[in-house]
């Protein structure tokens, strides 16, 4: 089993910026890529990126493209989704997932492992 758990959600300014954590816990070596989703009010979950735990490439919607880096600490068993230039609309909680697949993983089903999620609002 592998736990996940996010930080550092909070309540920002639009063009604003926050940096997500996501430890994780467990069997940790069943990972192979690391998303990140986002689910609105009233809205469905969405796929926002990931990133290859192995050799650290990423991927992004065309929504946060340019505005959100994935990264990730193999050390210290965490990935980190940098948001820059924060929008309204970027509002929502913010899960990350880990998958057992190595490769483009958008899918949300190919996902078995989640986080609680984190809440990110931006407003004035």
């Known amino acids: 089993q592998v736990h996940l758990l996010e930080s550092g959600g909070g309540l920002v300014q639009p063009g604003g910026s926050l940096r997500l954590s996501c430890a994780a816990s467990?069997?940790?070596?069943?990972?192979?890529?690391m998303g990140w989703f986002r689910q609105a009010p009233g809205k469905q979950l969405e796929f926002v990126a990931y990133?290859?735990?192995?050799?650290?490439?990423?991927y992004y919607s065309d929504s946060v493209q340019g505005r959100f880096t994935a990264s990730r600490d193999k050390a210290k068993n965490t990935a980190y989704l940098e948001m820059a230039n924060l929008k309204p609309e970027d509002t929502a909680v913010y899960y990350c997932?880990?998958?057992?697949?190595?490769?483009?993983?958008?899918?949300?089903?190919?996902?078995?492992?989640w986080g609680r999620g984190t809440q990110v609002a931006v407003s004035l």
């Open positions: 467990g069997r940790t070596q069943s990972v192979k890529t």
């Open positions: 990133i290859n735990w192995i050799v650290g490439s990423t």
């Open positions: 997932a880990g998958s057992e697949v190595n490769g483009a993983v958008i899918q949300i089903r190919s996902y078995g492992y």
